[in-house]
């Protein structure tokens, strides 16, 4: 059974699309950047609170863009975040099956999300 969405659930999910791609490239970086000063405590602690932070607001976020894609258990999609490896998965597939109903809409995306002139141009259309 193919689920249908309206114009505002489709903005909807483009939205939270575009705010877990910056996420997942956040938390690569953060990762990244705690790998580099592992040995200088000080930069190390100070970094402490950001990858909480940003899992905290990635959790929020999954959970939103599962539920905006009539997500079965989406509780569950964002408990996941806490597991390595599983929440790549999970930021993954979400991500991918966003981008699926964004060019079924005719929306134009991109690496990053779904592109603003492609939204604008959307929901500038009339409703049919």
């Not at 009539?70 to 597939?93: D, E, N, T």
Request: proline fraction near 2%; hydrophobic fraction near 55%.
């Amino acid at each position: 059974m193919e689920k249908t969405f309206s114009k505002d659930e489709v903005l909807k999910i483009a939205k939270e699309q575009k705010v877990l791609c910056w996420l997942f490239l956040g938390l690569i970086i953060i990762q990244l950047l705690i790998m580099l000063v592992k040995g200088n405590y000080i930069i190390y602690s100070m970094m402490g609170f950001v990858p909480l932070i940003l899992i905290v607001w990635a959790i929020i976020t999954v959970y939103r863009l599962s539920k905006s894609l009539k997500k079965k258990y989406c509780l569950l999609y964002a408990m996941g975040v806490f597991i390595p490896f599983v929440s790549w998965v999970i930021l993954i597939v979400l991500i991918h099956n966003a981008t699926k109903i964004l060019r079924a809409s005719n929306i134009a995306v991109g690496i990053m999300g779904a592109k603003k002139q492609s939204l604008d141009n959307y929901q500038n259309q009339p409703a049919i």
